[in-house]
Protein backbone atom coordinates (compact mmCIF):
# COMPACT_ATOMS: atom_id res chain seq x y z
CA UNK A 1 0.00 0.00 0.00
CA UNK A 2 1.09 3.74 -1.17
CA UNK A 3 1.23 6.50 1.17
CA UNK A 4 -0.94 8.18 -1.59
CA UNK A 5 -3.81 5.78 -1.41
CA UNK A 6 -4.65 6.84 2.77
CA UNK A 7 -4.41 10.96 1.33
CA UNK A 8 -7.88 12.30 -0.06
CA UNK A 9 -7.86 13.90 -3.45
CA UNK A 10 -6.07 16.86 -3.79
CA UNK A 11 -8.63 19.80 -3.54
CA UNK A 12 -8.99 22.36 -6.20
CA UNK A 13 -8.10 26.29 -4.55
CA UNK A 14 -11.44 28.02 -4.15
CA UNK A 15 -9.52 31.68 -3.55
CA UNK A 16 -9.52 33.20 -6.80
CA UNK A 17 -13.08 31.81 -8.11
CA UNK A 18 -14.52 33.64 -4.35
CA UNK A 19 -12.56 36.66 -4.89
CA UNK A 20 -13.75 37.05 -8.53
CA UNK A 21 -17.71 36.25 -7.63
CA UNK A 22 -17.37 38.91 -4.53
CA UNK A 23 -16.24 41.35 -6.93
CA UNK A 24 -18.89 40.86 -9.80
CA UNK A 25 -21.54 40.68 -6.74
CA UNK A 26 -19.93 44.28 -5.13
CA UNK A 27 -20.07 46.11 -8.72
CA UNK A 28 -23.95 44.80 -8.80
CA UNK A 29 -24.34 46.20 -5.88
CA UNK A 30 -22.73 49.28 -6.20
CA UNK A 31 -24.40 50.03 -9.87
CA UNK A 32 -27.84 49.29 -8.12
CA UNK A 33 -27.05 51.68 -5.43
CA UNK A 34 -26.33 54.30 -8.02
CA UNK A 35 -29.21 53.44 -9.80
CA UNK A 36 -31.51 54.18 -6.82
CA UNK A 37 -29.57 57.18 -5.94
CA UNK A 38 -29.71 58.66 -9.65
CA UNK A 39 -34.01 57.80 -9.37
CA UNK A 40 -34.31 59.39 -5.97
CA UNK A 41 -32.26 62.91 -7.04
CA UNK A 42 -34.59 62.59 -10.10
CA UNK A 43 -38.09 62.32 -8.21
CA UNK A 44 -36.86 65.32 -6.04
CA UNK A 45 -35.90 67.33 -8.68
CA UNK A 46 -39.18 66.38 -10.03
CA UNK A 47 -40.80 67.55 -7.09
CA UNK A 48 -39.03 70.51 -6.71
CA UNK A 49 -40.10 71.41 -10.49
CA UNK A 50 -43.73 71.21 -8.80
CA UNK A 51 -43.38 73.66 -6.53
CA UNK A 52 -42.29 76.52 -9.06
CA UNK A 53 -38.39 75.83 -9.41
CA UNK A 54 -37.90 75.09 -12.39
CA UNK A 55 -37.42 71.52 -13.71
CA UNK A 56 -36.08 69.17 -16.72
CA UNK A 57 -37.07 69.19 -20.32
CA UNK A 58 -39.04 65.92 -20.94
CA UNK A 59 -39.44 65.55 -17.28
CA UNK A 60 -43.01 64.06 -16.19
CA UNK A 61 -44.84 65.22 -13.02
CA UNK A 62 -44.37 63.30 -10.87
CA UNK A 63 -48.24 63.18 -9.18
CA UNK A 64 -50.75 61.29 -11.14
CA UNK A 65 -53.33 63.99 -12.87
CA UNK A 66 -56.96 63.63 -11.58
CA UNK A 67 -59.11 61.52 -12.93
CA UNK A 68 -61.65 64.09 -13.63
CA UNK A 69 -60.21 67.08 -15.70
CA UNK A 70 -60.32 70.22 -13.90
CA UNK A 71 -61.24 73.32 -15.55
CA UNK A 72 -58.31 74.83 -16.78
CA UNK A 73 -57.24 78.13 -15.28
CA UNK A 74 -57.73 81.46 -17.45
CA UNK A 75 -54.55 83.61 -18.19
CA UNK A 76 -54.35 86.98 -19.63
CA UNK A 77 -52.39 87.73 -22.62
CA UNK A 78 -52.63 85.91 -25.76
CA UNK A 79 -52.28 82.47 -26.19
CA UNK A 80 -48.65 80.77 -27.07
CA UNK A 81 -48.49 78.85 -30.16
CA UNK A 82 -49.90 75.58 -31.07
CA UNK A 83 -46.37 74.21 -31.38
CA UNK A 84 -45.46 75.82 -27.72
CA UNK A 85 -48.71 73.93 -26.31
CA UNK A 86 -47.76 70.93 -28.03
CA UNK A 87 -44.02 70.67 -26.72
CA UNK A 88 -44.89 71.55 -23.41
CA UNK A 89 -48.04 69.34 -23.20
CA UNK A 90 -45.51 66.77 -24.17
CA UNK A 91 -42.75 67.88 -21.29
CA UNK A 92 -45.63 67.21 -18.81
CA UNK A 93 -46.83 70.82 -18.97
CA UNK A 94 -50.22 71.01 -20.23
CA UNK A 95 -51.45 74.36 -20.89
CA UNK A 96 -53.10 77.02 -20.96
CA UNK A 97 -49.66 79.09 -21.79
CA UNK A 98 -49.68 82.75 -22.39
CA UNK A 99 -46.95 84.98 -24.32
CA UNK A 100 -45.11 86.88 -21.90
CA UNK A 101 -42.03 88.14 -24.55
CA UNK A 102 -41.86 87.47 -28.24
CA UNK A 103 -38.67 88.55 -29.90
CA UNK A 104 -37.76 87.80 -33.86
CA UNK A 105 -34.11 88.43 -34.58
CA UNK A 106 -32.84 87.78 -37.96
CA UNK A 107 -32.26 83.98 -37.68
CA UNK A 108 -34.31 83.13 -34.81
CA UNK A 109 -38.58 83.27 -33.43
CA UNK A 110 -38.28 83.44 -29.80
CA UNK A 111 -41.41 82.84 -27.24
CA UNK A 112 -41.42 82.78 -23.45
CA UNK A 113 -44.60 81.76 -21.82
CA UNK A 114 -46.11 81.44 -18.72
CA UNK A 115 -48.94 79.51 -17.15
CA UNK A 116 -51.21 79.52 -14.65
CA UNK A 117 -49.02 78.93 -11.75
CA UNK A 118 -46.35 81.44 -13.43
CA UNK A 119 -43.95 78.89 -14.26
CA UNK A 120 -42.15 80.22 -17.08
CA UNK A 121 -41.12 78.65 -20.91
CA UNK A 122 -38.79 79.28 -23.60
CA UNK A 123 -39.62 78.61 -27.32
CA UNK A 124 -37.71 79.00 -30.67
CA UNK A 125 -37.69 78.51 -34.13
CA UNK A 126 -34.09 79.18 -36.10
CA UNK A 127 -33.48 79.26 -39.77
CA UNK A 128 -36.44 81.61 -40.37
CA UNK A 129 -37.83 78.27 -40.97
CA UNK A 130 -42.00 78.48 -40.66
CA UNK A 131 -42.16 74.70 -39.76
CA UNK A 132 -40.91 74.32 -36.16
CA UNK A 133 -40.01 70.70 -35.88
CA UNK A 134 -38.68 70.04 -32.03
CA UNK A 135 -35.15 68.77 -31.82
CA UNK A 136 -33.88 70.31 -35.45
CA UNK A 137 -35.42 73.77 -36.12
CA UNK A 138 -37.14 74.09 -32.99
CA UNK A 139 -35.90 74.35 -29.19
CA UNK A 140 -38.38 73.50 -26.11
CA UNK A 141 -36.93 74.41 -22.64
CA UNK A 142 -38.76 74.36 -19.10
CA UNK A 143 -36.22 75.79 -17.13
CA UNK A 144 -36.28 79.20 -17.27
CA UNK A 145 -36.23 81.93 -14.79
CA UNK A 146 -37.65 85.45 -15.13
CA UNK A 147 -34.74 87.90 -13.79
CA UNK A 148 -35.34 91.74 -13.78
CA UNK A 149 -33.94 92.60 -17.30
CA UNK A 150 -34.29 89.23 -18.86
CA UNK A 151 -35.49 85.40 -18.83
CA UNK A 152 -32.69 82.62 -18.54
CA UNK A 153 -33.40 79.62 -20.09
CA UNK A 154 -31.39 76.41 -19.24
CA UNK A 155 -31.24 73.61 -21.55
CA UNK A 156 -30.45 70.13 -21.03
CA UNK A 157 -26.83 70.55 -23.06
CA UNK A 158 -25.63 73.41 -20.48
CA UNK A 159 -26.32 76.27 -22.85
CA UNK A 160 -27.89 79.09 -21.61
CA UNK A 161 -30.10 81.75 -23.54
CA UNK A 162 -31.00 85.21 -22.08
CA UNK A 163 -33.67 87.12 -23.50
CA UNK A 164 -35.02 90.50 -23.50
CA UNK A 165 -37.24 93.05 -26.05
CA UNK A 166 -33.84 93.85 -27.54
CA UNK A 167 -32.07 90.84 -28.02
CA UNK A 168 -31.23 86.88 -27.88
CA UNK A 169 -27.57 86.24 -26.08
CA UNK A 170 -26.85 82.36 -26.37
CA UNK A 171 -23.74 81.36 -24.17
CA UNK A 172 -22.82 77.78 -25.13
CA UNK A 173 -20.98 75.16 -22.78
CA UNK A 174 -17.38 76.02 -24.33
CA UNK A 175 -17.86 79.48 -22.90
CA UNK A 176 -18.65 81.29 -26.71
CA UNK A 177 -21.03 83.31 -26.72
CA UNK A 178 -23.99 84.67 -29.49
CA UNK A 179 -25.94 87.67 -29.57
CA UNK A 180 -28.72 87.92 -31.61
CA UNK A 181 -30.80 91.41 -32.09
CA UNK A 182 -34.31 91.87 -32.91
CA UNK A 183 -35.37 93.06 -35.64
CA UNK A 184 -38.69 94.97 -36.54
Known sequence: MSSSDDLP?????????VVIATTFLCI?????????????DRREALNQGNNNTPSVVGSPPTEAPPEEPSP??????????????AAAAKAGYPGPL?????LRTRTSDVYIC???SDRYFYHANNGGNDEWI?????????RVERRPDDFLAVANNGTTLSVTK????ITFTDGRKETQKAVS
Open 28 to 40: IGISVGILLANER
Open 114 to 116: RDA
Open 166 to 169: KRLL
Open 134 to 142: EGETALFVS
Open 72 to 85: APSLDGEPCREETL
Open 9 to 17: PPRRPLFFP
Open 98 to 102: AIVLH
